[in-house]
């Protein structure tokens, strides 16, 4: 009987063991379960990238009490790599950080680079970053560059954006279906709102209050695309635990507004940018209507895409505030408080947002009681202004790190999806570890780029966007190693290492590409401008073309040594076709110097050469499909549901890279060293500028610049329309 007793008690004792057991494990799935929700978004971008090798990592988010500082933990043996981050965006940086120091993958605009290894090598880092917020996107990128994206391109994007660890996105998508709805609200027709929204491209503009109607007008089919986009966008973004910066009311209103609102305080502003622009209106912020409209269009935002905590607001974006010169601060911290007030009353809690570009624009008039005037009424923690033109100005030092305000430090780079090959891999690495090593940095949280285009020069952002975790500490040169290795792959030669040493010598010196601005005029070289005979008192493209020629020379050979796939071969075609455009600028004011010397034999064996070059670039250009006129303007047209609306597309893209818009001196700005531009848009220019000039130095005749000039700009619009 007692031995019955016994096994009796043994068998409940076994049943409670194995409950527990049970209990144990299902709690330890349960909590698996909880950890692959938490972390399912950033193995999503992972196995995009590299596909079922992604069950090789194990993702861990860790929650920090430092919120203000971001971090990451790798550790690999064979089969497994563990990361640990305590958001998502870390977790994505963290592991291409890996994949990419061991030369397995690089991630591009122009293509990707994946070559897994078998087994993976054992590998151990640690890093942070003091920067709490890593911003990305200019507000005109989504005129220069993705006004025809799709969600395909939106969703390369964005992993683009989680694998570099950018977490403080620009989300300017979909606004204009919020913009209808709150005018149409205020009593505006369809009629009038269509004689107000400018054409697709030209968007970022109307919204930063430049100009009105310009190349419209915008068909309704695109209020519903962007709308259905913008929402995709911004559940992606924020389900990688990034913080999208989306728009508030700034002050601008319609035309067809004022009209309707005699009562109300609203200024008509000068033509923007030289003239020629339709006049914008911004209405007063003492005005009762100005709380009222800002709240409104921050609660239909968030009735159509959800709560944000990020609001950018730009109330003078070049333009000068209406303010009167007895009463200037008083007015100025009076807008700054009321776009303040306006969004925290809506969204309270978040934070407005501004580009602090303004501030370097107009130096003259933001002087330091300007700015901190227009500053004073908002809390410290309430407003972020986003220096981003740190390789043009230096607004930060000289407005005392924005008076106690929270702040972010970055460059623009590109201007306007003008590509020439330039950035400053020195200058970044010493300005970054200058700003952490000074005391009177004040409050910035922040740290990135801001390009007005994107597509060009990738290693400048790849290079930026590990600066943040390495704080500048990393040797150049060691980094360039495991760039090049994971680029082109681990055989990278030492001639191909010696020829980027080079070109960080030759062109990524350069911070700054001062030829897109010569003489007032834009274009990206002599080339790309509105042909001119004054081109002869030019003085030289920046960085050192001997040192480039070597580099291209290395290159040319190199190349030959990896297939036609590796990502060597688009570097190559950069470097040539920037060395042949730099060649045909010396060319051309010799062509000039030439013809205006009446030495006619010398102009047209300059005029035989350049054309030669232009013609050699463009078909070269063939190797770098995506840099294409015809793939801008088809992207355009496809995006349209009828021949009308993309006949309009295609417009809108072939005027905002050429004519741009306007009297002033935009013409240009927007220039693209693409296959088709060279032969069939600025080579012709000059063509008809050249045999002018030389027939007036047959004919012993006077030349008419100013007419010819006149006649180039009359083939330039009949060049934008589209049969």
Same mark, same amino acid.
């Given at each position: ?5 016994r ?12 409950s ?75 592991? !291409? ?15 990707n ?8 090598? *054992? ?20 005129g ?18 989680a694998?570099?660890?950018?977490n ?39 919204r ?32 990688? /635990?990034?913080h ?66 990020? !609001? ?45 570009w ?17 500053l ?6 309430k ?19 924005f008076?106690g ?5 970055? !460059? ?51 290079y ?55 003489? /007032? ?6 080339f ?36 036609? *796939?590796?990502?060597?071969q688009y570097?190559?075609i ?10 045909? /600028? ?7 110097k030439?013809?205006?010397?009446k ?9 035989k ?30 995006y ?11 417009r809108n ?28 848009f ?21 030349f008419?610049?100013t ?17």
């Amino acid at each position: 009987m007692k031995k019955m007793t016994r096994k009796i008690k043994d068998f409940s004792t076994l049943k409670i063991v194995f409950s527990l057991v049970a209990l144990l494990f299902i709690y330890s799935v349960k909590g698996q379960d909880k950890t692959n929700e938490k972390t399912k978004n950033a193995a999503s971008v992972i196995e995009r990238l590299i596909g079922n090798r992604v069950n090789e990592f194990e993702f861990t988010i860790i929650e920090s009490n430092n919120k203000d500082k971001d971090w990451f933990e790798i550790e690999s043996t064979e089969n497994l790599v563990k990361v640990k981050a305590p958001n998502n965006t870390t977790l994505c940086y963290a592991a !291409y950080n890996f994949l990419r120091d061991i030369g397995a993958v690089l991630v591009s605009w122009e293509g990707n680079r994946v070559n897994l290894p078998k087994t993976w090598p *054992k590998y151990a880092k640690k890093g942070d970053t003091p920067f709490e917020y890593r911003e990305y996107l200019n507000a005109c990128t989504f005129g220069y560059t993705t006004p025809w994206w799709d969600w395909k391109r939106w969703e390369q994007e964005i992993d683009w954006m989680a694998l570099h660890g950018i977490n403080l996105p620009t989300a300017m998508e979909g606004q204009e279906a919020v913009w209808q709805e709150l005018w149409k609200e205020y009593g505006l027709t369809n009629l009038q709102l269509e004689s107000h929204f400018a054409g697709p491209a030209y968007l970022p503009w109307q919204r930063m209050g430049n100009i009105n109607s310009l190349e419209g007008p915008l068909p309704q089919e695109w209020f519903v695309k962007k709308e259905a986009l913008q929402k995709k966008i911004l559940e992606r973004m924020r389900a990688l /635990d990034m913080h999208p910066v989306v728009p508030a009311f700034s002050g601008y209103v319609p035309k067809a507004f004022a009209e309707k609102h005699p009562e109300a305080k609203i200024t008509e502003l000068k033509s923007w940018s030289g003239g020629g622009f339709a006049s914008t209106f911004l209405l007063d912020s003492k005005d009762p209507l100005f709380k009222q409209i800002g709240k409104r269009f921050i609660e239909i935002y968030t009735k159509m895409y959800g709560k944000s905590n990020f !609001y950018l607001a730009d109330s003078f974006n070049e333009i000068e505030p209406p303010v009167t010169e007895h009463n200037k601060y008083e007015e100025l911290s009076n807008y700054g408080s009321a776009v303040y007030e306006t969004i925290n009353e809506a969204a309270p809690g978040a934070v407005w947002v501004m580009q602090g570009w303004l501030f370097g624009d107009n130096k003259e008039f933001w002087t330091k009681e300007a700015t901190s005037a227009f500053l004073s009424k908002v809390p410290n923690d309430k407003v972020m202004v986003q220096d981003y033109a740190n390789d043009r100005y230096k607004v930060w030092e000289n407005q005392e790190a924005f008076y106690g305000k929270q702040w972010t430090y970055g !460059y623009v780079h590109n201007y306007g999806g003008s590509n020439p090959v330039y950035g400053d891999l020195n200058f970044y690495k010493d300005e970054l570890t200058s700003l952490l090593k000074n005391p009177n940095r004040g409050n910035v949280v922040g740290y990135g780029a801001m390009p007005e285009g994107l597509n060009n020069n990738s290693i400048v952002y790849e290079y930026i966007y590990d600066l943040p975790w390495s704080k500048g500490e990393q040797p150049i040169n060691d980094w360039l190693t495991k760039y090049l290795n994971a680029r082109y792959g681990q055989t990278t030669s030492e001639p191909v290492f010696q020829a980027w040493k080079l070109l960080l010598e030759s062109v990524y010196n350069v911070k700054y590409w001062e030829t897109r601005w010569w003489n /007032d005029w834009a274009g990206a070289y002599l080339f790309f401008k509105r042909p001119t005979a004054t081109i002869t008192t030019f003085k030289g493209n920046p960085g050192d073309k001997k040192k480039l020629k070597e580099a291209l020379d290395v290159l040319s050979k190199e190349a030959k040594k990896h297939d036609k *796939k590796n990502l060597i071969q688009y570097d190559l075609i950069d470097v040539a076709r920037h060395y042949y455009s730099l060649s045909i /600028d010396e060319d051309l004011i010799e062509c000039v110097k030439a013809y205006q010397n009446k030495d006619i034999s010398k102009g047209d064996q300059l005029f035989k050469k350049i054309e030669k070059q232009a013609l050699d670039i463009d078909k070269a250009m063939s190797g770098q499909p995506l840099n294409s006129l015809d793939q801008w303007v088809k992207s355009a047209s496809d995006y349209g549901n009828s021949s009308e609306v993309s006949t309009l597309y295609a417009r809108n893209a072939k005027t905002l890279i050429t004519l741009w818009g306007g009297e002033g001196h935009l013409n240009d700005y927007a220039s693209r060293s693409w296959r088709g531009m060279y032969k069939g848009f600025y080579w012709p220019r000059w063509k008809m500028f050249l045999e002018a000039l030389k027939n007036a130095a047959v004919n012993n005749t006077q030349f008419d610049e100013t007419k010819e000039r006149e006649l180039i700009k009359n083939w330039e619009i009949k060049w934008t329309e589209i049969k």
